[in-house]
């Protein structure tokens, strides 16, 4: 993350509440994608890490600075094991939907036989305890993806089994059950949330930057520079929820053939839309945008989501449903069509088709392509007169309602936040 430093007296700070530490994950110079072992990766991730961030820890001390919890992600599962060893309360923060979590932790306790029985059929149902009957094809791909030893999927997976077993000892050996911080809030998940007896799940989501009125301010954390093009004022020009917003997110690559369905799809619609295609995306023969078309649509290298999801133009988003995707829809009532790629995203379109009601499922062809006429079928559905289409953007301004309240003072992800630091701040560390 910050390449040029070396040790904690280095950190960043932006002169903001939060300051930045480098720890060593035994990849200093990078991890390369596609070059390098990903379960070589791991293996020294889980051995180099947990050294580095315990130092970490005991450097801060000694200036004066006593870590009072550590919040880690599912990835450096092993921090709780660090900030036990200290003395200092943990909890895990997940970055999925609650439904995940409780999938994975049904499948590692008593159900991944069954799922990789059925892995190939993709309707096949699931019943796990506590969460609606669930396709194969709705389970995380990790779950239902063959691996071989050696590719991402079978290290992936591993390392998620891992963080559940270290869970499992946590159950066992502390006075206290382990805390998972959700990125969701109550009213969404209800069951999922109460899905898992012995681990605290706690909705403080959806966690967001602050939107200003104007919007203007509203750029987001962009992992990449936003397309200098003048998408806002292309916005601008448009009629109320008339823009289609289309973006896959900062991982998916599409083939050839998607892409060029994808473009059939929009231009069917007769809708103005806003594409984002990533320059690494960017295919030779792929023809996003000419003359003819310029006026109907605009394809950027990347934007501030946030500022155009927030826009009174943009109607509809068509979206790899990555789970901060997925929320920022709910958040900014607009409903959503889905192209799911891995991990989560099936799940998550899952649940905005089925629990939520604002979302469109897209199917695909027998070669896993999502068909130009498909996507103007869909495109026509949620944007059209038609009942159901109603029904999907009444729900999508319900549930921009509901975020608005468990995000705001006093409400649901507030209190449970606040609840959560009075009992960190409370807590004796001995009971870690």
Same mark, same amino acid.
């Given at each position: 993350?910050?390449?040029?430093?070396?040790?904690?007296?280095?950190? $960043? =700070?932006?002169?903001?509440?939060?300051?930045?530490?480098?720890?060593?994950?035994?990849?200093?110079? @990078?991890?390369?994608? @596609?070059?390098?072992?990903?379960?070589?990766?791991?293996?020294?991730?889980?051995?180099?890490?947990?050294?580095?961030?315990?130092?970490?820890?005991?450097?801060?001390?000694?200036?004066?600075?006593?870590?009072?919890?550590?919040?880690?992600?599912?990835?450096?599962?092993?921090?709780?094991?660090?900030?036990?060893?200290?003395?200092?309360?943990?909890?895990?923060?997940?970055?999925?939907?609650?439904?995940?979590?409780?999938?994975?932790?049904?499948?590692?306790?008593?159900?991944?036989?069954? #799922?990789? +029985?059925?892995?190939?059929?993709?309707?096949?149902?699931?019943?796990?305890?506590?969460?609606?009957?669930?396709?194969?094809?709705?389970?995380?791909?990790?779950?239902?993806?063959? @691996?071989?030893?050696?590719?991402?999927?079978?290290? $992936?997976? $591993?390392?998620?089994?891992?963080?559940?077993?270290?869970?499992?000892?946590?159950?066992?050996?502390?006075? &206290?059950?382990?805390?998972?911080?959700?990125?969701?809030? %109550?009213?969404?998940? $209800? =069951?999922?949330? *109460?899905?898992?007896?012995?681990?605290?799940?706690?909705?403080?989501?959806?966690?967001?930057?602050?939107?200003?009125?104007?919007?203007?301010?509203?750029?987001?954390?962009?992992?990449?520079?936003?397309?200098?093009?003048?998408?806002?004022?292309?916005?601008?020009?448009?009629?109320?929820?008339?823009?289609?917003?289309?973006?896959?997110?900062?991982?998916?690559?599409?083939?050839? !053939?998607?892409?060029?369905?994808?473009?059939?799809?929009? !231009?069917?619609?007769?809708?103005?839309?806003?594409?984002?295609? !990533?320059?690494?995306? &960017?295919?030779?023969?792929?023809?996003?945008?000419?003359?003819?078309?310029?006026?109907?649509?605009?394809?950027?290298?990347?934007?501030?989501?946030?500022?155009?999801?927030?826009?009174? *133009?943009?109607?509809?988003?068509?979206?790899?449903?990555?789970?901060?995707?997925?929320?920022?829809?709910?958040?900014?009532?607009?409903?959503?069509?889905?192209?799911?790629?891995?991990? =989560?995203?099936?799940?998550?379109?899952?649940?905005?088709?089925?629990?939520?009601?604002?979302?469109?499922?897209?199917?695909?062809?027998?070669?896993? #392509?999502?068909?130009?006429?498909?996507?103007?079928?869909?495109?026509?559905?949620?944007?059209?007169?038609?009942?159901?289409?109603?029904?999907?953007?009444?729900?999508?301004?319900?549930?921009?309602?509901? +975020?608005?309240?468990?995000?705001?003072?006093?409400?649901?992800?507030?209190?449970?936040?606040?609840?959560?630091?009075?009992?960190?701040?409370?807590? %004796?560390?001995?009971?870690?």
């Amino acid at each position: 993350m910050f390449p040029n430093l070396t040790s904690a007296e280095q950190e $960043v =700070d932006d002169g903001g509440p939060v300051a930045y530490f480098p720890y060593s994950d035994g990849y200093d110079d @990078g991890y390369n994608q @596609g070059v390098d072992d990903p379960n070589h990766y791991l293996s020294q991730f889980k051995t180099v890490g947990p050294r580095s961030l315990s130092s970490l820890i005991h450097t801060l001390k000694s200036r004066g600075q006593r870590v009072d919890c550590v919040i880690y992600t599912f990835l450096p599962y092993w921090a709780i094991n660090v900030a036990r060893e200290h003395g200092i309360p943990s909890a895990q923060y997940w970055i999925q939907p609650a439904t995940v979590f409780g999938i994975y932790y049904h499948s590692f306790h008593g159900y991944e036989d069954l #799922i990789s +029985a059925h892995c190939k059929d993709p309707l096949f149902t699931v019943e796990l305890p506590r969460l609606p009957p669930l396709c194969i094809r709705d389970l995380p791909s990790f779950l239902i993806t063959p @691996g071989t030893s050696g590719d991402l999927y079978s290290a $992936v997976l $591993v390392t998620i089994k891992e963080s559940f077993s270290t869970l499992d000892s946590e159950v066992k050996r502390s006075k &206290r059950r382990p805390k998972i911080l959700v990125n969701t809030f %109550d009213e969404l998940e $209800v =069951d999922a949330l *109460s899905a898992v007896d012995d681990i605290d799940l706690i909705a403080i989501g959806p966690i967001m930057q602050p939107i200003p009125k104007d919007n203007e301010g509203a750029s987001g954390f962009n992992l990449f520079r936003p397309d200098e093009k003048a998408y806002m004022q292309w916005l601008d020009s448009k009629p109320k929820k008339s823009v289609v917003y289309a973006s896959f997110g900062s991982l998916a690559i599409l083939t050839k !053939r998607q892409m060029e369905e994808i473009s059939k799809g929009l !231009r069917a619609s007769g809708r103005p839309y806003l594409w984002v295609v !990533r320059r690494d995306c &960017r295919l030779e023969g792929v023809e996003l945008e000419d003359e003819e078309s310029a006026e109907k649509a605009m394809v950027v290298e990347w934007c501030s989501q946030v500022r155009v999801l927030t826009h009174p *133009s943009v109607g509809c988003f068509v979206t790899h449903y990555g789970w901060n995707s997925t929320l920022e829809s709910l958040v900014f009532g607009v409903p959503t069509v889905g192209l799911p790629q891995w991990s =989560d995203q099936a799940t998550n379109m899952m649940l905005s088709e089925r629990a939520w009601g604002t979302g469109v499922r897209a199917e695909v062809n027998d070669d896993g #392509i999502l068909e130009g006429e498909e996507l103007r079928r869909c495109l026509d559905l949620i944007t059209g007169e038609s009942e159901r289409g109603k029904e999907i953007r009444r729900k999508a301004e319900l549930w921009k309602e509901k +975020a608005a309240e468990a995000m705001a003072d006093g409400g649901s992800s507030e209190r449970n936040l606040r609840s959560f630091v009075k009992e960190i701040a409370t807590s %004796d560390q001995n009971d870690h």
